[in-house]
């Protein structure tokens, strides 16, 4: 059984940043590309970023290129989104993807783990 439990999250303010993680579990975690995705309070889920199975490609919403950073540790199972220069619309419930293939797409929203709250406020 596919297991994505993230964690992470939390209050900070504008400019500051945090780093997600998914511990991912139940599949070869090596072998499948990963996404984050998220979503704010009344918003539909908007997809943030993904990455290849090896972390060789990446791929970024516009909304956060430059900001946010993606990557992998296939030895830990383990997904991360560095998350900088963070902004108040940045605020929403970020999830981690197991995508189905090596690859990624940004269609993608299943199976994704249960939600870190993000909040950015002053």
């Known amino acids: 059984e596919v297991q994505l439990v993230e964690s992470g999250g939390g209050l900070v303010r504008p400019g500051e940043s945090l780093r997600l993680s998914c511990a991912a579990s139940g599949f070869a975690f090596s072998s499948y590309g990963m996404s984050w995705v998220r979503q704010a309070p009344g918003k539909e889920l908007e997809w943030v970023s993904a990455?290849?199975?090896?972390?060789?490609?990446?791929r970024y919403a516009d909304s956060v290129k430059g900001r946010f950073t993606i990557s992998r540790d296939n030895v830990k199972n383990t997904l991360y989104l560095q998350m900088n220069s963070l902004k108040p619309e940045d605020t929403a419930v970020y999830y981690c993807?197991?995508?189905?293939?090596?690859?990624?797409?940004?269609?993608?929203?299943?199976?994704r783990g249960q939600g870190t709250q993000v909040t950015v406020s002053s």
């Open positions: 990455l290849n199975s090896v972390g060789s490609s990446t």
């Open positions: 993807v197991k995508q189905p293939y090596a690859g990624y797409s940004s269609t993608y929203y299943y199976p």
